[in-house]
């Protein structure tokens, strides 16, 4: 990819040189600081000049990181850079679609215009859709490319896991569970959830007869873990041992790994979109082949 540049942004510099190797393109310079009194500090010491800049920017905590990110595509503008592609595997503020009380902010639909006021494309993998069907209905940035992990995930079951049974929380998840469990031919159950708070749920699962399947939770992301601790704690009422939580996105902290470890998850695996400690499931190879067709 001639005439390609990519910079990491703080915290991505792992998945950053992954992508760098792959493509064979230049890892840009560049000085990303905070001053004292917090305010952000950014200079670029590559040559930009009509060039496609590839930014990597996961965007968990997102209130931290859009100001370095606005400042540094700016900054990349004011150079001459012919244009600008985020790769951020995480895409934050996909929730609040809706006002749901009077007075509330939509959010997601603000957080898509200052995102699409900032770059030429956006490549990431599995936003949290609901009732935003598609990201071109929020999104104005003429080029924007959706990924999926679903086939990783399968790949990660089948070299790893011995006669499992994925189970996924909610309607929702069941268009990619069930996509996941086409490629290798496995069974799959869905729950019902009902939501009584950011942290409480209730959650029915369906019989499952066969004991001697291995439990496979997955969920697109784990946050507070809340659903995933209401199904294992039914998994474990119902005779099951050593159930799997996988997660795309791992937004969840030591405390919940805890939680779930103690509720009967034997192991908690996840992609690589945000680092984290529970991070098996490379995706940078989809990323990579994403930038190939986009940028």
Same mark, same amino acid.
């Given at each position: 990819m001639k005439k390609t540049i990519i910079f990491s942004l703080p915290g991505n510099i792992k998945l950053t040189q992954a992508l760098a190797n792959k493509l064979a393109i230049e890892m840009g310079k560049a $000085?990303? !600081? $905070?001053?004292?009194?917090? $305010?952000?500090?950014? !200079?670029? +010491?590559?040559?930009?000049?009509?060039?496609?800049?590839?930014?990597?920017?996961?965007? +968990?905590?997102p209130n931290s990181k859009i100001l370095p990110l606005l400042f540094m595509a700016r900054t990349l503008n004011d150079l001459g850079a012919k244009r600008i592609c985020l790769i951020a595997p995480y895409l934050p503020y996909m929730r609040q679609d809706k006002s749901f009380h009077p007075g509330e902010a939509i959010s997601s639909l603000f957080f898509a215009q200052l995102l699409s006021s900032l770059i030429d494309s956006l490549i990431t993998i599995d936003p949290h859709l609901h009732r935003i069907h598609k990201l071109s209905e929020i999104y104005t940035i003429p080029c924007l490319l959706t990924l999926h992990a679903t086939k990783k995930i399968a790949d990660w079951i089948q070299h790893h896991m011995k006669d499992p049974i994925l189970i996924g929380p909610d309607e929702e998840s069941k268009q990619w569970i069930a996509e996941i469990a086409d490629f290798n031919n496995l069974p799959f159950v869905i729950g019902q959830k009902k939501r009584l708070g950011d942290r409480q749920v209730m959650i029915s699962l369906p019989e499952i007869k066969n004991l001697n399947h291995v439990p496979i939770l997955v969920d697109d992301v784990i946050s507070t873990g809340v659903s995933m601790l209401e199904t294992l704690k039914q998994l474990t009422s119902r005779g099951f041992k050593n159930s799997v939580c996988i997660g795309v996105h791992a937004l969840f902290d030591k405390e919940t790994e805890n939680k779930l470890t103690i509720a009967g998850a034997k192991q908690i695996i996840t992609c690589n979109t945000i680092p984290h400690s529970t991070n098996k499931i490379d995706i940078s190879d989809i990323i990579a082949k994403g930038i190939v067709e986009l940028c």
């Open positions: $000085e990303i !600081r $905070e001053f004292p009194d917090g $305010e952000s500090y950014i !200079r670029v +010491d590559s040559d930009v000049k009509n060039k496609t800049v590839i930014l990597v920017c996961t965007l +968990d905590h």
